[in-house]
């Protein structure tokens, strides 16, 4: 089921990623020491950390690594 989000996702975003602020860069996923889409069915709690500022305001964020890195590093946790 992931797979067949992902394709939809992947359809979506090349078709919208023109008309986004910095042509969506901050939606393609990749960053550094985030986890491979392949992990989202191997851990079934999900956390969302979200702020509400653009993607440039956040870029540098020390609290976001922070509280991503421990996220990630607890097992079953994605």
Not at 7 to 33: C, Q, V
């Amino acid at each position: 089921m992931f797979m067949d989000m992902a394709s939809s996702y992947d359809a979506w975003f090349e078709k919208t990623y023109p008309r986004l602020s910095g042509f969506g860069l901050w939606l393609r996923g990749g960053e550094t020491n985030t986890l491979s889409p392949e992990e989202y069915g191997l851990r079934p709690f999900r956390v969302l950390i979200a702020r509400l500022s653009t993607a440039a305001d956040t870029a540098e964020s020390s609290t976001h690594k922070l509280l991503y890195a421990l996220m990630k590093s607890i097992p079953g946790v994605f």
